[in-house]
């Protein structure tokens, strides 16, 4: 009997896959063209909707009852339709292919691919529930060399890619950075922290390699320090290691932790933040009775201020999100709070003028308002006032907007040689009140606008005409006579074959990081429904990260959005534990 039962997952896991596996696909491209062109592509989305669908019969043949029982909460059902329809609208393409001549129509593969959500979704939020791993924050600390243990192989693969891309992949956005750092003419258009980092690492060896080795020494020591930290509320050893070997094989770790942008630390900040948030959270709050993990939470605010211009608010809205939670704590979260402000105020205001520092422009955050002009102007059915227009001319011309403007990319909007960035930043509230008004008239082209610019935050599937900025592999053209010179050509040609394999067949499964955030918001949902509110605070800074990129994302870059892939699996973890809330005032030492 066992073995029929077990016959019968396999068999009916292996179908189902298949099936849903070439309907999910179909949403976007069609897969016998792709079977000829990259026939790995889709054993490897086969293979994923098998395990995934292993886990729906599994769940269905072996725990029946509970299983079905699941569905008559009500709650669960709104959030599965929800997260289906995300999901859906994440993944569906225009589907030109399917009105072919003998096609069976959008519509069979539209029902399939639906249910196919449906039932991983059901599948994936009962075990997160029904798994029952008890969290509570423990007297007795695990071992200090866990951090090692854990942060080790992070280093190792880190290293590897060092060697590979030696000195580290550097872009435009790098050099703004390094000319800094050697003519002092300080800028914070991109973050001065940065510059100031590399600085003093360099002033050791004075090659943008120190920089890049420095990321992966933090990047190692944060990940371990997360693992301790999950290791020490209680989640299993066997889960925290089989974590760190996906994060480990998965190229995004290795190429992004030696790639000298600032993204990379700001991403690691967060994921170093959401640790003490679960900290705080699972401790009830004592963990900040504790004035050391108070420091230690403000210098992490602070950073994450500094080192990207949308890290303030999402460090200030998440504490006082949290504070709201922990009332008897109020001075703890007050003081990281006000010292982060006023250090942002004082750093940014007198000191940065003291030192000559040529602040970030506002007018830099307008990629979404200008795209959205962009795509008005270039639809037939798009529509201006002669005042609008005129508005627009004075700081650009309307036909110069319209050649300059493309779906994806702000830039060739916002660097246009014609836009008048001076007019823009003096009368910014005038063009805001343009934009309002155009797109008030205009607000079905405007939705369409925005969610072409916004793609890469909530798309999984890479739209016709798009592009996807995956990673930095090389050391581009620049007047500093740097250039990419790694220690061992066998080690860079095979890394980047596996990045470029990874980019051309797994492009929707790795780098593009909506599927990371819905993977957030579907474990944030079963945590939720699990463990109350407290868990949703977890999850507060990178969904506020999230919600900042689809306010101002400026282009299809990865890199912004990277903190969902470290994230997701301290959230995914998390997911599968029940909060154990009663604590001792001795346990937090």
Do not use: C
Not at 21 to 40: D, G, K, S
Not at 183 to 193: A, G, L, R
Not at 349 to 365: H, K, T, Y
Not at 396 to 405: G, I, L, Q, S, T
């Amino acid at each position: 009997m066992n073995v029929l039962r077990l016959l019968t997952v396999i068999v009916s896991s292996t179908i189902a896959g298949l099936v849903s596996a070439r309907a999910v696909l179909t949403l976007f491209e069609p897969v016998y063209e792709t079977w000829e062109i990259a026939p790995w592509r889709v054993v490897i989305f086969s293979l994923v909707f098998i395990a995934s669908f292993a886990l729906f019969f599994y769940q269905m043949v072996y725990e029946r009852p509970s299983f079905l029982s699941f569905l008559k909460r009500p709650i669960h059902l709104v959030v599965i339709a929800i997260l289906t329809y995300l999901f859906y609208f994440s993944t569906v393409g225009e589907m030109v292919h399917l009105e072919e001549e003998g096609s069976i129509g959008p519509v069979p593969i539209i029902i399939i691919a639906v249910l196919t959500y449906v039932l991983l979704i059901w599948a994936v939020m009962y075990r997160m529930i029904a798994t029952d791993w008890h969290m509570y924050w423990k007297k007795n600390q695990p071992s200090p060399w866990t951090i090692v243990y854990f942060g080790l192989p992070i280093v190792l693969i880190g290293f590897i890619y060092w060697i590979g891309f030696f000195p580290g992949p550097m872009t435009p956005d790098s050099f703004h950075h390094w000319r800094q750092s050697l003519d002092y003419d300080f800028s914070n258009w991109h973050p001065m922290i940065y510059t100031v980092l590399t600085i003093v690492l360099t002033s050791f060896w004075d090659n943008p390699a120190v920089v890049t080795l420095f990321q992966v020494l933090f990047i190692g020591a944060v990940w371990g320090y997360t693992m301790f930290s999950l290791r020490r509320i209680g989640l299993p050893h066997i889960a925290l290691i089989v974590a760190t070997t996906i994060v480990t094989i998965i190229p995004i770790t290795g190429i992004y932790a030696v790639t000298f942008w600032k993204d990379v630390l700001y991403s690691v900040l967060l994921l170093l933040f959401t640790v003490y948030f679960m900290n705080i959270v699972i401790s009830k709050g004592t963990w900040l009775a504790v004035w050391r993990n108070v420091i230690l939470l403000t210098v992490t605010m602070l950073a994450l201020a500094f080192f990207r211009n949308n890290g303030l608010p999402i460090v200030l809205v998440s504490l006082i999100a949290l504070g709201l939670m922990h009332l008897k704590y109020w001075r703890a979260i007050v003081v990281p709070i006000v010292v982060t402000f006023v250090t942002y105020i004082v750093v940014t205001g007198p000191i940065f003028s003291a030192l000559d520092v040529n602040a970030a422009q506002s007018i830099e955050s307008l990629s979404i308002p200008h795209q959205q002009i962009g795509y008005i102007l270039n639809d037939e059915d798009g529509t201006l006032t002669e005042q609008q227009a005129a508005k627009l001319d004075y700081f650009m011309p309307v036909d110069a907007w319209k050649e300059a403007y493309h779906p994806f990319l702000s830039d060739h909007i916002k660097f246009h040689p014609e836009l008048d960035r001076d007019r823009l930043a003096d009368d910014i509230p005038g063009y805001i009140g343009t934009w309002a008004g155009i797109v008030g008239n205009n607000f079905g082209l405007a939705v369409e606008g925005y969610l072409y610019q916004t793609s890469i935050v909530w798309q999984i599937h890479e739209p016709n005409r798009a592009y996807t900025a995956s990673y930095a592999s090389q050391v581009m053209d620049n007047p500093h006579g740097l250039e990419m010179s790694p220690l061992s050509e066998p080690v860079h040609q095979g890394l980047l074959s596996y990045l470029t394999f990874t980019d051309e067949q797994l492009l929707e499964l790795i780098w593009r990081p909506a599927l990371f955030i819905l993977l957030i918001l579907l474990a944030t949902s079963a945590g939720t429904l699990k463990n109350g509110l407290r868990f949703l605070i977890i999850s507060t800074p990178v969904i506020l990260n999230w919600g900042t990129m689809l306010a101002a994302i400026p282009a299809q870059d990865f890199r912004y959005m990277l903190p969902n892939f470290f994230i997701l699996f301290v959230i995914v973890l998390l997911a599968f534990g029940k909060f154990k809330l009663e604590i001792k005032q001795e346990d937090l030492h």
